[in-house]
T-cell receptor
């Protein structure tokens, strides 16, 4: 399996622009998570989906952030408009419940976002 | 709510030294406990896990024992290598409370010098 695939790996944009981050989870996984990692705040859970339905978006910082999962193999995290304080590494992870593998999350390599 | 507390880093060791990274947790239920590792420029990956009290998780020479009486899950390795330099995250999963959501500690940077 190719693992969790995120694109792009790096994104540099200017303040006010729209940014879209993409994630393809591991096939067969029915949970998908979006995280943000910064030096100041560490690893923060932004939102997670189960069977394409958002379950908990309490970590989304503000209305400028939105996430969708139109099907089981694709999710997007959008920031509009972007601000310099959004600069961070954004991770996507997926998992599936099961007797022997429940709770294990598999992370993508991340997207490093820089907002100038 | 549930939380995970890790020792602050960075932890700097010489090659072949003994490693301990402390982790304690607060949980209302009976969580599973995890250690994840993040190598430079990469995402997190599972290092080891334990699902109930007194379980010992082990992988790549690392070990951690689920201690319910002290609510701890300390990570240990007998002899570290330069390649172990990474950030280590302790985490818990309380399925009854959060489904498949993980609660992570702040992470501990480990630097191993040759």
């Amino acid at each position: 399996d190719a693992g969790v695939i995120q694109s792009p790996r790096h994104e540099v944009t200017e303040m006010g622009q729209e940014v879209t981050l993409r994630c393809k989870p591991i096939s067969g996984h029915d949970y998908l998570f979006w995280y943000r990692q910064t030096m100041m705040r560490g690893l923060e859970l932004l939102i997670y989906f189960n069977n394409n339905v958002p379950i908990d978006d309490s970590g989304m910082p503000e209305d400028r952030f939105s996430a969708k999962m139109p099907n089981a193999s694709f999710s997007t995290l959008k920031i509009q408009p972007s601000e310099p304080r959004d600069s961070a590494v954004y991770f996507c992870a997926s998992s599936t419940p099961g007797q022997y593998s429940s709770d294990i999350q598999y992370f993508g390599a991340g997207t490093r976002l820089s907002v100038l | 709510g549930d939380s995970v507390t890790q020792m602050e880093g960075p932890v700097t060791l010489s090659e072949e030294a003994f490693l301990t990274i402390n982790c304690t947790y607060t949980a209302t239920g009976y969580p599973s406990l995890f250690w994840y590792v993040q190598y430079p420029g990469e995402g997190l990956q599972l290092l080891l896990k334990a699902t109930k009290a007194d379980d010992k998780g082990s992988n790549k020479g690392f070990e951690a024992t689920y201690r319910k009486e002290t609510t701890s899950f300390h990570l240990e390795k007998g002899s570290v290598q330069v390649s172990d330099s990474a950030v280590y995250f302790c985490a818990l999963s309380d399925t009854m409370e959060y489904g498949n959501k993980l609660v992570f500690g702040a992470g501990t940077i480990l630097r191993v010098k040759s």
